[in-house]
């Protein structure tokens, strides 16, 4: 782990406009060549295949195995077009061979009137061979966003239109937040890893009419060996109590908590930020938090996750939050582009000195997250994570009865491990082997 100090002063008065502040934090396309970007390619010039007639041939090698039954188009929709089983002539290749790679495509959104949504053309890329992780994030700027469908070489991986089991939007292991900048992680378990397959297809969706409208697909990826390292961009919100010191030892608490997970904390970046608002964050889920998730401080480096540090966020209480369950990987200027930590829910009872090891266990909670990670198990012990190898707490632990499974409560029932939904009076410092396997194939452990 190395600490640096970046020491901008930098002022966020500016962004006031989301369409602005996505232009203000200057989008970056991190060691991305702009004809690698994965617009569909509709207008190749050389139009020397048919899919007409590559599909006919598929249909009549009768000696093939089962395979050739996966390229085979989904079903017609209702409300968008699906991908074809084959990816167009020009399709570019996901990620980049040396490692860490981003790319993006512009949306056009056509608009269903029948389902009150709007859809984009489908996106394609090809698979590589050495893909080892991908983060598809959908930036519209508006909430209920998010990827509709999502197929490999015909297969469907996930359907909105589909209501429950595996390949619903609203279930494990695909469930994805329909957030202002919504994202799914693959793999988030084993069960949640993209099939076998070369053509990924790629449909985003959105609510209302759109049309003319702004929106990106981002693709954050990992090829190659996996990953050891995350580096995170510490940037405080001007006014707020917290010295270079306790987020030095923050940071020291992070790396140790992310070495039992199979990675390490890399370079940490320190800025600091002038909000509009103020150290105090009005809100959890307000413009305000949106628009200091927006914004990056020039020079800050990508795939870094950003972790904003304000005085308080509302009424108080709130540790922190991450940009959602999972939140953009490596993917800077969208409104959840970060994790937001209160360093006053930190105070120790003398409301003065401030407990670092907990600071830096709640940024690895949030981390963890941001990256594709879900509570080992939720408040009311009725929800757990897709995880198998992670500690169920059910509600008959709830000794109280006061409808909340404690930390003391799930002791020996997941209640050590850092992803529980509460914090605990003892240490929380478990992960599991999945949890460490999600890790390490995120586009944020890039080396
Ligand atoms: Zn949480």
Not at 60 to 72: G, M
Request: glycine share 10%; hydrophobic share 35%; aromatic share 8%.
């Amino acid at each position: 782990m190395r600490f640096q100090l970046i020491g901008l002063m930098l002022l966020m008065a500016s962004c006031t406009d989301p369409s602005l502040c996505a232009d203000c934090t200057g989008l970056v396309d991190s060691g991305v060549d702009s004809d690698t970007d994965a617009d569909t390619d509709t207008d190749t010039d050389s139009d020397t295949d048919t899919d007409t007639d590559s599909d006919t041939d598929t249909d009549t090698d009768t000696d093939t195995d089962s395979d050739t039954d996966t390229l085979r188009d989904p079903e017609p929709h209702d409300c968008f077009d699906v991908p074809t089983a084959r990816c167009p002539a020009g399709t570019p290749t996901l990620g980049d061979a040396s490692g860490f790679g981003l790319q993006k495509a512009t949306l056009t959104w056509n608009y269903s009137r029948a389902c009150g949504i709007s859809w984009a053309d489908p996106i394609y890329v090809r698979r590589p061979s050495d893909l080892r992780g991908l983060a598809i994030t959908v930036d519209a700027w508006r909430d209920y966003t998010g990827v509709g469908f999502l197929a490999v070489d015909g297969r469907t991986v996930l359907d909105i239109e589909v209501e429950s089991g595996p390949t619903a939007w609203w279930e494990p292991p695909f469930q994805h937040e329909s957030a202002i900048a919504s994202t799914l992680v693959l793999p988030n378990s084993p069960a949640g890893a993209l099939p076998a397959g070369d053509c990924i297809g790629i449909v985003p969706i959105a609510p209302d009419d759109l049309r003319g409208e702004e929106a990106t697909l981002w693709l954050s990826s990992q090829r190659g060996a996996a990953g050891r390292e995350i580096d995170l961009n510490f940037i405080v919100v001007d006014g707020t109590d917290v010295t270079r010191t306790e987020l030095s030892e923050a940071a020291g608490v992070v790396d140790d908590l992310l070495t039992k997970a199979g990675v390490s904390l890399g370079d940490v970046g320190l800025w600091y930020a002038e909000a509009p608002w103020g150290e105090y964050l009005p809100s959890g889920d307000g413009e305000e938090a949106d628009l200091l998730r927006a914004f990056t401080p020039e020079g800050a480096p990508v795939p870094a996750v950003n972790v904003y540090f304000v005085q308080d966020i509302g009424r108080g209480g709130l540790y922190g939050f991450a940009g959602g369950v999972p939140g953009p990987v490596a993917v800077s200027g969208t409104a959840a582009s970060g994790l937001v930590i209160s360093v006053d829910s930190h105070l120790l009872s003398d409301f003065t000195t401030l407990d670092t090891e907990e600071l830096g266990g709640t940024i690895s909670h949030e981390l963890g997250h941001q990256l594709g990670l879900f509570h080992t198990s939720e408040s009311d012990g009725r929800d757990h994570d897709v995880l198998s190898d992670t500690p169920q707490c059910p509600s008959s632990r709830d000794a109280d009865r006061d409808g909340y499974i404690t930390a003391s409560e799930c002791r020996g029932f997941g209640g050590d491990h850092v992803m529980f939904w509460t914090a605990a009076p003892y240490t929380q410092h478990t992960w599991s082997a999945q949890q460490t396997a999600v890790f390490r194939a995120s586009p944020a452990a890039y080396r």
